[in-house]
């Protein structure tokens, strides 16, 4: 019967226990009764039999109600429990109460109607309790679940404000630093030019007569060292531009990197986008790792390139921060199926399979505060789950991790709000 109450009676003396069953049956509760006879018989039914109450003597060949109780809470037993006992004695009421006790009885005044009333009230209590404990394990996990959408959101957030103030700064740049370039071009055919006139007025020295003037001319040019500066100048302006140059490439880089103007699902290159990533994070790449790429050939994939790129430059510093010493970080593209694949593969210190289950939670780092937030994965697979694309990792202490991160070229119909 589903209101059945399992009942589990707990007295050394057969004819007590009897009493009890009996009062009980009379006493119109559906109960399925258990007897044990013993404080360690109890405890081993409690333990595997899910019953709703207990009725336990307080005196037992093997200890008394009260251990008894405290080691069912020690157990981790939340069954509640009656206590029957010989004469009234408040102190060991209270102390039993205490010990988690749901209420007593004293044996003299056991009838039906007074063990209906203690184990129907005792079973209500806890199961109000259970609900209660359910409810806030639940507003628990509701708790974190929102602390940790409220990072996520506060770090797409981040993201997206510093995509936006490099991409501005990048526009800034890109003005002065086109004209810098241009103007030094012009500048190297003015000093060619120069340099051209200087040696026309240089053939008019054998023409003329004042010694004077022609000393000093001659002194003037020692002094200056015009031969290593006519060297030297061109020297300098070829190095400028080249200079300027690269500026331009890390202006283009950080441009393509946030693609702020573009947050729109779009066709895009991986390996491009792989190669701006890598531009950006050199400089925390660098001095620990070599980069080794190895892309195949692939096709234009439909993503949020901004939002990928971000998923690239998390597994980079990730392999970066990885290795301990120096070592090697291999990036390898391919296809696969109807989708493309990206590789990062570190030579670091690796993660045994308990990290492994964890990485992808919001908040999970074993990088000392400060430096890690435990977000950059679990950002990432949302970014890739949006993408209906798959994250996997595969790793082993002390050899390295590979992250695979694997999109399909063409988003279903219905896609995701981006
Ligand atoms: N390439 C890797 N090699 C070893 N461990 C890694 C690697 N990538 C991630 N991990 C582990 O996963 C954890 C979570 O990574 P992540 O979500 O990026 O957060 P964070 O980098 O801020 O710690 C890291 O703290 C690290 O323990
Ligand atoms: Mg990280």
């Known amino acids: 019967m589903a209101n059945e109450l399992k009942i589990l009676i707990v007295d050394d003396d057969d004819v007590d226990r009897m009493a009890v069953r009996r009062a009980l049956e009379k006493s119109g509760l559906e109960v399925e009764i258990t007897e044990a006879d013993g404080a360690a018989t109890a405890l081993e039914a409690l333990r595997h039999g899910n019953f709703d109450c207990a009725l336990l003597d307080y005196l037992l060949p093997d200890g008394d109600g009260l251990s008894l109780l405290r080691d069912t809470r020690a157990a981790n037993i939340s069954t509640p429990v009656v206590m029957l006992t010989g004469q009234r004695d408040e102190r060991l009421i209270v102390e039993l109460l205490r010990a988690g006790a ?25 199961s109000a309790e259970q609900e209660k404990l359910r409810a806030h394990d639940k507003l628990k996990q509701a708790h974190r679940e929102l602390q940790a959408s409220h990072q996520q959101l506060l770090q797409s957030e981040k993201l997206a404000s510093i995509g936006q103030l490099a991409a501005g700064v990048a526009h800034e740049i890109n003005n002065p630093v086109g004209y810098v370039y241009s103007n030094l071009g012009t500048l190297q055919k003015y000093i060619d030019n120069l340099f051209q006139m200087l040696e026309g007025y240089a053939r008019l020295e054998t023409l003329v ?15 200056l060292d015009l031969e290593y500066l006519k060297e030297d100048v061109r020297d300098l302006v070829s190095e400028s531009r080249e200079g300027i140059s690269r500026v331009k490439g890390i202006v283009q880089d950080l441009k393509d990197f946030s693609h702020v103007d573009e947050a729109e699902w779009q066709w895009a290159d991986l390996a491009h986008g792989l190669d701006s990533t890598l ?34 430059m998390n597994l980079l510093v990730n392999a970066a921060h990885a290795i301990e010493e120096r070592g090697t970080i291999t990036v390898r593209t391919g296809t696969e199926g109807d989708g493309a694949w990206v590789e990062v593969s570190d030579t670091g210190k ?27 994965l679990s950002l990432s697979y949302s970014i890739v789950q949006k993408h209906h694309g798959k994250i996997s990792v595969d790793s082993e202490p002390g050899r390295g991790s590979t992250f695979r991160v694997w999109l399909p070229l063409r988003q279903p119909k219905q896609k995701a709000a981006s």
Do not use: W
């Not at 007569?209 to 002094?223: G, N, R, Y």
């Not at 780092?365 to 400060?370: A, E, Q």
């Open 102 to 126: 749901a209420d007593y009885l004293s044996k003299n005044e056991l009838s039906g109607e007074t063990l209906c009333h203690a184990v129907q009230t005792a079973t209500r209590l806890h």
């Open 209 to 223: 007569s004042d010694k004077e003037t022609l000393q000093a001319v001659q002194t003037l040019k020692q002094e």
């Open 279 to 312: 531009n950006i994070v050199n400089n925390e790449i660098k001095y620990k790792a070599e980069v080794v790429k190895k892309y195949g050939d692939l096709p234009e994939v439909e993503c949020l390139a901004s939002q990928i790129n971000q998923v690239f």
């Open 350 to 376: 690796g993660m045994d399979a308990e990290i492994q289950k964890k990485i992808f939670d919001p908040f999970f780092t074993t990088k000392p505060v400060g430096t890690g937030t435990g977000l950059g």
